[in-house]
């Protein structure tokens, strides 16, 4: 068994650096993701052990900022797993200090046009592609060559864009044109919203855009991701071209795992 400090401190010395997660979205393999609900590293390491492809950090919707989260995406390269920070906004500030910390994956949230694709694809990738300022901290502390990370980082690094609005849909096949970002990522309950029917995940409105957007992304050479709870949403959703999938998290799974076991213990030998 792997535990925090295991990573925290062999991690300097053995770094899982670059990712390959660039590599293995070009092979169209299978890339699992789970939630990441914590800042604690002890817990961020239980996680790890569960072997995710990638891990969802939100800063959109959580109170946490880099500063507390830097650490978890330093353990996840270390751990040979691909943390995507969720910025709040499509703002250079916030792109650039994720990248910086350590991830590996930058999510942008309601990208709804091809003028925001361009700007986001600015914040994200160093010169000649972009304009992000150059200042790699992590480099250091996994004992990587800045020079290194920098020759390296627009080719390693992923830019994920979520697709959740009506707009974003109308204007997909402009966006899908547009070079230098890797992943689409379809977020379905603020796509419900915008679509009138706000969380009716299964609705045939959300159901028809998302197979819709699968049919017009085959041959760009770009990822498909979404995220469900619910593990059968998440076996429908693969077998319809969604390769990178966020399953949930383990806080979620694991709760609700536990109070099935509550549940038979006390069905079988009373209260």
């Known amino acids: 068994m792997v535990h925090s400090g295991d990573i925290l401190i062999k991690g300097l010395y053995n770094t899982m650096y670059p990712s390959k997660i660039r590599q293995r979205i070009a092979n169209n393999e299978l890339l699992l993701s789970t939630a990441m609900f914590t800042t604690e590293p002890h817990v961020a390491a239980a996680i790890y052990q569960t072997d995710p492809d990638w891990v969802w950090i939100d800063t959109e919707h959580s109170p946490w900022g880099t500063e507390s989260i830097g650490m978890l995406c330093i353990m996840a390269r270390q751990a040979g797993v691909a943390g995507v920070i969720r910025v709040p906004w499509n703002t250079p500030g916030y792109i650039k200090k994720a990248y910086d910390v350590g991830a590996v994956g930058v999510m942008i ?29 992590f480099a250091s502390v996994m004992g990587v060559d800045s020079g290194q990370v920098l020759a390296n980082a627009n080719n390693e690094t992923m830019l994920i864009l979520q697709m959740e609005s009506a707009e974003s849909y109308e204007k997909i096949d402009d966006i899908l044109k547009i070079e230098h970002f890797e992943v689409l990522l379809v977020g379905p309950s603020d796509l419900s919203a915008s679509l009138g029917v706000p969380g009716q995940l299964h609705h045939s409105k959300v159901e028809n855009a998302m197979l ?13 991701a979404t995220t469900f709870a619910n593990v059968e949403d998440c076996h429908r959703w693969i077998g319809e071209g969604y390769r990178m999938m966020n399953v949930g998290s383990t806080l979620v799974h694991g709760t609700m795992a536990t109070q099935r076991i509550f549940a038979d213990l006390r069905e079988e030998f009373g209260p």
Do not use: C, F
Request: aromatic share 8%; hydrophobic share 35%; proline share 12%.
């Open 212 to 224: 819709d957007v699968a049919q017009k992304l085959k041959g760009t050479g770009k990822a498909l």
């Open 109 to 137: 949230p309601q990208v709804d046009n091809p003028e925001e694709v361009l700007e986001a694809v600015t914040y994200a990738k160093y010169p000649p592609i972009g304009e992000r300022g150059i200042a790699p901290w």
